[in-house]
């Protein structure tokens, strides 16, 4: 796939937005994208590596920076900012995962010099990143390359002005073509190993500086005038917990160096190769609409972890955004895209839920509840890690309080919902017998705590904060009162499909002591859990909600500072909302409405969200496709797969919003190409944008991989495998597909 982004403005302002936009990462490592000759205060992060923070509990590790590149050149530093720039191009090619950077200086005493770079987090070794880069003046004299493993790194804090360091330096060693750092977290729980060369054909004089910003080797080189210089940076960062740290590092470092970067680099573009294969989506007849799908779907990928230790971020490997926490984010906007395409790995997200299990159910026990009670941001040891305090100032007399850590509690039906959703996706009965079921059955035993009895509504949910966090302390919101009824209904049914299964089904319900009379109660809960009414066929958001000051808003726009201040001040009085809730609620669970009831709420509520959360668009797009708002589907899909490169909540600098990300992809497969997998079928009734001329990509539905084309004449299904037939609806019309077939429906 050629897909590239050009960039060509050079400042501290859109370095800082760049940097989030041109990271490039492999679900190990991650590196933002600001120019290897500049400081800047991000350094690596490693997925899974956490250390203790004021204020917001764990936090992902600012890791030592390791693509920085110092060079100077007779004597003269090659700042950007301090000579005179001609030239400043970056180009980020999705396809094969690679950044590259053209510049042009003339510095202060006359020499004009080109430099030119290739960067790349390896596909394939999760522990590689490497910088190839060329150098030519038009003059001759001295060229000193700085390589250095910088350990002076730190988290920037509630003010960007306070800095919280996470690491600290046991170990600088160098020796023969290496330089090494041994870095250990504050608290002592990880372990970096890392490792860098500068290599090149030229004869240059090699030195290593130790100092406390860590350890840099020096290359000079006498280079002659109008000659192309050549160089190669090899990084190895592993964190792995053998003694033999060092030993495994130094080995990669050596290997790598003896494949060379062409070698490294044809096996990374495979791997993007392969990744696009599955992946791509292609849109004729709107090249705007595709670039900034796989533009999105690029940056979601890179930052789907490796290992189950950790699951994917908020803001990705990309920024220091809700500091490297795992909100619902992950399982209701990023999974689906995860277990349609790439099962395995979402699989691997969820046992990052399973592995907290434990960690959950003391959470629920701490708060007086039963089962398993899921932290509403969660790190790498699953406990709550919502900060429940942020300061405002540097002195912290003006406080923020922050109660979706004590209320959001939705969170742990949403675990669940995506639980039953890979299931539907994958068939995979392992996978539950052994972490799925228990999930179910834990966070079913939550609800059933969490509940109170009320003589005239039935089974009620007080205070908590729904998706629209702008209402604090309230009861009965109808998002996570509806999802956690469905949270009680999969624990009855999952439990009865145990027992009629029986083997490893059956023996996880004897180890999690799932009892009949236990079920009994669920049953009964899922049956009396209170919805707020409707009034005029719209669902109250909550006990109270109608009463609220009225205040409406234009819907093509999103955020807050559109608002008049006194609105702003006391929002939470208001009837506006963050966020899609009720809406988000009849986009997952869209079978319980018929389309005249989510026509009324969407018409009501969509006047009165802000969007002011970049969740919400998502949501609102796919139900506004189902209902034929062609132009509003349309405009919040763009808005959302340009979200980064549009800047558009003025916040990209802190990571990439990978639920946005996630969540267009969604509107593609729920919204426009109306695909809704049922029970024992997938039912497909697109509404595809009018400029769309056809729509292809793949996903995988129960081991068998499909191929779809959607056209607005007709839908293309073709199966790759499989032993059995694939029951398909159609616009209403029963198919049944086979093994390696192709059938195509007219609509
Ligand atoms: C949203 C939440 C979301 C969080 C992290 C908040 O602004 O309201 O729904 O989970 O950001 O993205």
């Known amino acids: 796939m050629k897909f590239s982004f050009q960039f060509k403005e ?42 203790y923070t004021p204020c917001f509990y764990r936090e992902i590790v600012n890791a030592p920076r390791v693509i920085g590149l110092g060079m100077m050149f007779n004597g003269e530093p090659l700042n950007l900012s301090t000579h005179k720039l001609l030239k400043y191009e970056k180009e980020l090619d999705i396809g094969e995962g690679s950044l590259k950077t053209w510049i042009e200086l003339e510095t202060n005493r006359g020499a004009r010099i080109s430099y030119e770079s290739l960067r790349i987090v390896h596909g394939k070794r999760k522990n590689v990143a490497v910088l190839k880069f060329k150098f030519k003046t038009d003059k001759k004299g001295l060229l000193t390359l700085i390589n250095p493993i910088d350990v002076d790194v730190a988290n920037p804090s509630y003010r960007p002005e306070i800095l919280v360091r996470h690491c600290y330096a046991e170990e600088l060693d160098f020796g023969e073509g290496f330089i090494y750092a041994g870095v250990k977290t504050i608290d002592k729980k990880y372990t970096l190993g890392i490792a860098s060369s500068l ?29 192309v210089y050549e160089f190669v940076k090899y990084v190895v960062i592993s964190s792995e917990r053998a003694p033999a740290l060092k030993d495994k590092t130094l080995k990669e470092l050596g290997e790598i160096k003896k494949l060379g970067f062409d070698k490294l680099f044809v096996d990374h573009r495979k791997y993007w190769s392969e990744i696009w294969k599955k992946a791509k989506v292609e849109i004729d007849g709107d090249k705007g609409a595709e670039k900034g799908l796989n533009f999105s779907l690029f ?24 500091r490297g926490h795992v909100f619902w984010d992950t399982e209701i906007y990023a999974l689906p895209f995860f277990i349609a395409v790439f099962p395995e790995d979402a699989k691997r997200m969820l046992i990052y839920r399973y592995r907290n299990l434990e960690a959950a159910k003391k959470n629920a026990k701490l708060n007086g509840y039963e089962g398993a009670q899921f932290p509403w941001e969660s790190a790498d040891d699953g406990y709550e890690a919502t900060p429940s305090l942020v300061p405002l100032d540097m002195a912290g007399k003006e406080v923020v309080r922050i109660y979706t850590g004590e209320e959001e509690h939705h969170i742990t039906a949403d675990i669940a919902y995506t639980v039953d959703f890979y299931y539907k996706f994958t068939n995979d009965e392992d996978f539950m017998a052994k972490y799925g079921l228990e999930i179910i059955f834990e966070t079913t035993r939550f609800w059933a705590s969490r509940v109170e009895f009320d003589e005239k509504k039935g089974y009620v949910i007080k205070k908590v904060i729904g998706p629209d966090e702008y209402h604090e302390h309230v009861d009965n919101n109808f998002f996570t009162n509806l999802m956690a009824k469905h949270n009680l209904l999969l624990g009855v049914t999952y439990y009865k499909r145990a027992l009629n299964k029986g083997g490893s089904w059956k023996e996880t319900v004897d180890r999690v002591g799932v009892r009949e009379e236990e079920v009994q109660k669920w049953s009964e809960i899922s049956e009396k859990i209170y919805l707020p009414p409707q009034v005029d066929g719209v669902f109250e958001e909550f006990d109270g909600y109608f009463d609220l000051e009225d205040y409406t808003v234009d819907p093509h726009d999103i955020g807050e500072a559109r608002l008049p201040e006194e609105i702003r001040k006391k929002i939470g009085k208001t009837k506006l909302i963050k966020q899609a809730d009720v809406i988000a609620a009849q986009y997952l669970l869209k079978d319980q409405f018929d389309i005249e009831t989510i026509k009324k709420n969407f018409d009501y509520y969509i006047v009165r969200t802000t969007h002011a959360s970049s969740l919400s668009m998502p949501a609102y797009s796919i139900v506004a496709s189902w209902l034929g708002y062609e132009d509003l589907a349309y405009e919040y899909f763009m808005k959302c797969a340009y979200i980064e490169l549009k800047n558009l909540y003025g916040n990209t600098h802190d990571g990439f919003h990978l639920a946005t990300a996630g969540g267009v992809w969604q509107v593609l497969f729920r919204g426009f190409c109306g695909i809704d997998i049922e029970e024992n079928s997938i039912k497909i009734a697109p509404r595809l944008p009018s400029k769309w001329k056809a729509v292809k990509f793949g996903f995988s539905f129960r081991g068998i991989w499909l191929e779809i084309k959607i056209t607005p004449k007709e839908v293309a299904v073709r199966s790759a495998g499989g032993k059995e037939a694939i029951r398909l609806n159609i616009v209403g019309e029963e198919l049944f597909l086979g093994p390696n077939e192709q059938i195509v429906a007219s609509l």
């Open 299 to 322: 940056h979601l990928i890179q930052s789907l972890p490796r290992d189950s230790n950790i699951s994917l971020t908020a803001r990705g490997t990309h920024g220091f955004g809700y």
């Open 199 to 227: 290599v090149t054909d030229e004869k240059a004089s090699r030195s290593v500086v130790k100092s406390a910003n860590g350890i840099a080797e020096v290359l000079s080189i006498e280079v002659e005038a109008n000659r």
């Open 10 to 51: 050079y400042s501290p302002k859109t370095e800082e937005v760049y940097g989030t936009i041109l990271t490039l990462g492999n679900g190990y490592i991650g590196i933002r994208g600001e120019i290897e000759l500049e400081p800047t205060i991000y350094g690596t992060t490693v997925l899974g590596i956490y250390d």
